[in-house]
């Protein structure tokens, strides 16, 4: 997340081309080339010993020569130039350093080192920033800095193209040329030895003359780095990505039993969602998507009402919505009456809403206003035919006219070529979005809600879990570290058991037979009907070794079954070791819908929780959606809609809907467990029982692995830092919990702060705030704990709820070098020593964290504030430019006092 040195990248004073050329078609001359073609008001400094003039500038022998620091040198030379070059670099105060040079992992120096590593040692030994290397430059439009060897310059915009790909960086830029597309920058990160897809969203979402950004992914090598910049980016501006590479052959990890596979790709979608940006499929969906928004309202939802004079190119746009999960509205009774002789003969009025094939202006625009008026209704696709008794030009201006001021979003696809631009020009000129085909528009139309749902998901406010668990973590631990200790990855069924009831998942009753006569003796223990399982860490797979006997009824059953799987097994595998016999009491649940939960590790990703169909099905055809943990209930339910089986736990065929309470509430168990205990690799529960009942965990296995990681530091998405929490009592008897703030806190933080006075709100926020949204307590609530920290005071009341009565928050920023931080506490329990015990929090906080200074502003007037900072030695500072404002500020680097 650093950004040291960005602003003069994307805006430098000076570039250095090291290996400028004039020989033609070398990197070295296009380079200099596309520099001195722009309208670049810095010097540009060609270096190469062999020229004295490069493309008419003045070139310089050496790197040492230079008349200044360069803020950003290109190099564009051999791979093993690189490292001397960067020494040079270093030694003259170059800021950034973009490599062009391909092949320095294939390199050693003498040393043995590769030339990647030796050129990062350099560059952290003389703080120089790397874009690159491998890398097709770097160009901003509004800097004049066109540092690449694209051959194609690019027109002004406000999207912002981040690509790791240079093919198709360079086909980009030619086709958005072509199309008239500009941008606020484009950037080629290569093989991203220091500068990453991260860093540049984190500049770039801040950057005022970029309103979105577009990403084409490769491969993400810090995961929680690059979610923790995309969620913060998307909060203020769409983020929309196209993912390379998502069927790679090496791409797949598998899940107990062999045969349901996790992908990178869905691990890439499941992040690609959680940090509420959008997917695309292709370039041309990518930038249709950008005008789409730019050009559209909010979406208030994602019913679709069309509107056609045409039933074919309706029908297809009704398939193409509903096949993507996309929902027809249904129209009011209002509706229906109103549209009584507008539409085509036969028709009745459904949706899509057929009107005659030569519909004047009139009938559209009678129609587009009632379905705009129905509030069954969020948005309107209006499609035209072209027909020889009415204008398509009049019907665009009528189509204009007739939205209005209205707030919801209207779709236009306009059919045809030479008759309708006039018409598409109208629409373009009105701010409409406008399209040549039915699927277009229904492709672009659910990116919409795909977007909506998304950004939703970042703001939702978590249900509560329905009822409190108390993992036994320590058991299970126990349990995992003794399998270990024992030279053991497979867990047994006994031990898996344990393990999922510690985390207050419901288990089947399971015994361990050493034989088939300890297996009857046991089976009249469960009583009949029971199930027999095959036992063998030589068998992963036990239905397809024939190793499962359901609805054994009694022992002869039972002796006949379990001899006939030990005779296969000794045929198909005569060295495998069998240790025994499961055996189940039959789970009698007629409604109960078959499923599969679980948990994959990927080497890069970490812990993903899995959610799907389950039982012998989930063999036929895979049905899986993938999730990152930390999980909470609204993310669990999430995850489950994802699937098709989902459609199936509601009620259907005479059967009753599953209780999906039960169901969600595993997924979080498991996600807990993930986090509790890093040393579990994989987890299987396949089938997982859920009915109206609830859920009942019938076949399970765990497979473990020794790790130097701590469980929340292998995930991609940092978890609640419960370790943070602590008691403290202030001088006043008051007992308190100091701990971070929590999603679900949010209506316990709305109650605090209506609980502020009007003159405690202005002092906070620098005015008066008559009303917080929930988008806002959003913010304030669910933040990410890698970027920002709120501590909040509670205490309980008297009917066992807990209470908000303070708060201190600190932003930090990339480098972690100062943290701004405010705090309020509730205006009846000042004078308490509430304040200083908040302080010491995230003092102390940003101490362990290396933070080297915290800064506050606030108000002149505001002495209890600046009587608290000096309370710990804060110095306070005037800002010259604002005489209301105080800047207060501590240096954490040096020793307090």
Wanted: proline fraction near 5%.
């Amino acid at each position: 997340m650093s950004l040291r040195h960005l602003n003069a990248l994307f805006r430098p004073r000076s570039v250095a081309v090291v290996g400028a050329s004039n020989r033609p078609k070398s990197i070295g001359s296009v380079v200099m080339r596309n520099l001195l073609n722009k309208e670049f008001s810095g010097p540009i400094l060609p270096v190469n010993p062999r020229y004295k003039a490069v493309g008419g500038i003045l070139a310089y022998s050496g790197v040492a020569d230079l008349p200044l620091s360069p803020d950003l040198a290109i190099i564009c030379t051999p791979p093993k130039t690189v490292p001397g070059f960067m020494e040079e670099l270093g030694k003259k105060g170059a800021m950034n350093v973009l490599i062009m040079s391909t092949d320095l992992e294939k390199h050693r120096t003498e040393e043995g080192q590769t030339l990647r590593q030796a050129t990062l040692e350099l560059a952290r030994r003389y703080s120089m920033r790397i874009l690159g290397p491998n890398c097709l430059g770097l160009i901003v439009p509004r800097s004049g800095l066109n540092a690449s060897f694209g051959h194609t310059d690019i027109l002004k915009g406000q999207i912002a193209f981040i690509s790791q790909s240079d093919s198709l960086g360079i086909a980009v830029l030619d086709w958005a040329h072509a199309k008239g597309i500009g941008f606020s920058c484009f950037i080629s990160l290569g093989d991203c030895a220091d500068i990453d897809f991260a860093d540049v969203i984190d500049y770039l979402g801040s950057d005022p003359h970029t309103t979105s950004i577009l990403l084409y992914i490769e491969q993400v090598n810090n995961p929680r780095k690059f979610i923790s910049a995309a969620r913060s980016a998307s909060r203020n501006k769409p983020l929309m990505a196209i993912k390379g590479g998502s069927m790679s052959e090496h791409s797949e990890c598998n899940i107990l039993p062999c045969g349901t596979e996790v992908y990178e790709d869905d691990i890439y979608d499941a992040i690609i969602r959680r940090a509420g940006m959008l997917r695309v499929s292709n370039v041309a969906e990518l930038f249709d998507a950008v005008e789409t928004m730019a050009r559209s309202k909010r979406l208030r939802g994602d019913r679709l009402a069309i509107l056609s004079n045409g039933g074919g190119p309706a029908v297809m746009t009704r398939d193409i919505l509903i096949s993507q999960g996309g929902r027809m509205a249904t129209l009011s009774q209002e509706t229906l009456q109103e549209f009584s002789g507008s539409l085509e003969e036969g028709a009745h009025g459904k949706n899509p809403v057929r009107v005659m094939d030569h519909a004047s202006s009139d009938t559209y625009s009678h129609c587009l206003e009632t379905l705009l008026k129905d509030e069954e209704v969020d948005a309107v696709m209006v499609i035209h035919v072209p027909t020889a008794f009415a204008s398509s030009q009049d019907i665009a201006g009528a189509v204009v006219n007739s939205i209005g001021r209205s707030r919801k979003n209207v779709f236009t696809v306009w059919l045809g070529e030479e008759d309708t631009v006039q018409a598409r020009r109208i629409f373009a000129l009105a701010g409409i979005p406008t399209y040549e085909t039915p699927d277009q528009a229904a492709q672009l139309f659910m990116d919409m809600v795909r977007y909506r749902r998304n950004q939703e998901a970042l703001m939702e406010a978590p249900d509560s879990v329905p009822q409190e668990f108390t993992p036994d973590s320590r058991a299970a631990r126990a349990i995992v570290y003794n399998a270990l200790e024992e030279g053991r990855y497979q867990l047994g069924q006994s031990e898996t058991k344990e393990i999922l009831s510690s985390y207050a998942i419901p288990v089947l009753d399971t015994r361990i037979a050493e034989n088939l006569e300890d297996a009857e003796l046991m089976a009249q223990e469960l009583g009949y009907p029971v199930a027999l399982k095959l036992l063998s860490p030589d068998v992963v797979n036990k239905q397809q070794m024939g190793g499962v006997a359901l609805d054994l009824e009694n022992g002869e059953d039972l002796r006949k079954r379990g001899q006939g799987m030990l005779n296969r097994l000794r045929e198909l595998r005569p060295h495998a070791e069998i240790q025994g016999f499961i055996l189940q009491k039959m789970a009698r649940r007629p409604e109960a819908r078959e499923l599969m939960a679980g948990v994959a590790t990927d080497p890069l990703f970490g812990p993903v929780v899995v959610f799907g169909q389950g039982g012998a099905a989930s063999k036929v055809w895979r049905d899986i959606a993938v999730g990152l943990p930390p999980l909470n209930m609204s993310l669990a339910k999430e995850l489950i809609q994802r699937t098709r089986i989902h459609k199936l736990l509601q009620d259907y065929g005479g059967q009753s809907g599953v209780n999906q309470d039960p169901l969600r509430l595993v997924l979080v168990q498991l996600s807990q467990l993930i986090i509790d205990v890093p040393e579990v690799h994989k987890i299987n529960i396949n089938p997982l029982l859920a009915d109206p009942d609830g859920v009942l965990a019938v076949d399970s296995q765990i497979e473990i692995q020794p790790t130097e990681l701590s469980g929340p530091s292998r995930l991609a998405i940092r978890p609640y830092p419960k370790y943070l929490e602590e008691w403290a009592t202030l001088p006043s008897g008051l007992q308190i919990l100091l701990r971070p703030i929590r999603p679900e806190d949010e209506p316990i933080h709305m109650d605090f702060i209506n609980k502020l006075s009007e003159e405690d709100l202005r002092m906070r926020f620098f005015g008066l705030v008559h009303e917080f949204t929930h988008s806002q307590l959003a913010q304030l609530t669910q933040i990410d704990y890698d970027r920002e920290m709120a501590f909040v005071a509670t205490r309980f009341r008297n009917d066992g709820d807990q209470e908000t009565i303070g708060v201190v928050r600190s932003f930090f920023d990339p480098d972690n070098v100062s943290a701004e931080f405010a705090i309020v506490v509730r205006t009846d329990i000042k004078e308490k020593g509430l304040g200083k015990a908040l302080m010491e929090k995230m003092i102390r906080f940003c101490r362990e964290r290396g933070t080297r200074e915290m800064v506050a502003y606030t108000l002149r007037e505001n002495r209890a504030m600046q009587a608290l900072a000096q309370k710990f030695d804060f110095q306070v500072r005037t800002i010259p430019d604002d005489p209301e404002t105080i800047e207060l500020h501590l240096d954490l680097a040096g020793e307090k006092g």
